[in-house]
């Protein structure tokens, strides 16, 4: 079992940063890739990074160029840097993490505000 604790998130206005962090603990070594996904009442929660034990990352196209994900293995975190945020960056953030099996594991999220 694999357990994930967001935090970071919060209230900004537009153009503005936020750095989100995801301290994993339980059996780390059985991960994969860890990534980031958001989710917006009432639609389906999207991808937005992802990275791979070796450094590999993908992001979602309108992210792109603004956001920026990274790990720390030793210390078994990940964090999502995110900048010029808009409106539409509004969403409860979620981390997730998944196992060599394909075992997906989800924290509690952190809500990102963007607002004037």
């Known amino acids: 079992q694999v357990q994930l604790v967001e935090s970071g998130g919060g209230l900004v206005q537009p153009g503005e940063s936020l750095r989100l962090s995801c301290a994993a603990s339980?059996?780390?070594?059985?991960?994969?890739?860890m990534a980031w996904y958001r989710q917006v009442p009432g639609k389906q929660r999207e991808f937005v990074a992802r990275?791979?034990?070796?450094?590999?990352?993908n992001y979602a196209n309108s992210v792109k160029g603004r956001f920026t994900i990274s790990m720390n293995n030793a210390a078994n975190m990940v964090y999502l840097q995110m900048n010029s945020l808009r409106h539409e960056d509004t969403a409860v953030y979620f981390c997730?993490?998944?196992?060599?099996?394909?075992?997906?594991?989800w924290g509690q999220g952190t809500q990102v505000t963007v607002s004037s």
């Open positions: 997730n993490a998944r196992s060599w099996r394909a075992t997906d594991y």
């Open positions: 990275i791979y034990r070796d450094g590999g990352t």
């Open positions: 339980g059996s780390t070594a059985s991960i994969g890739v």
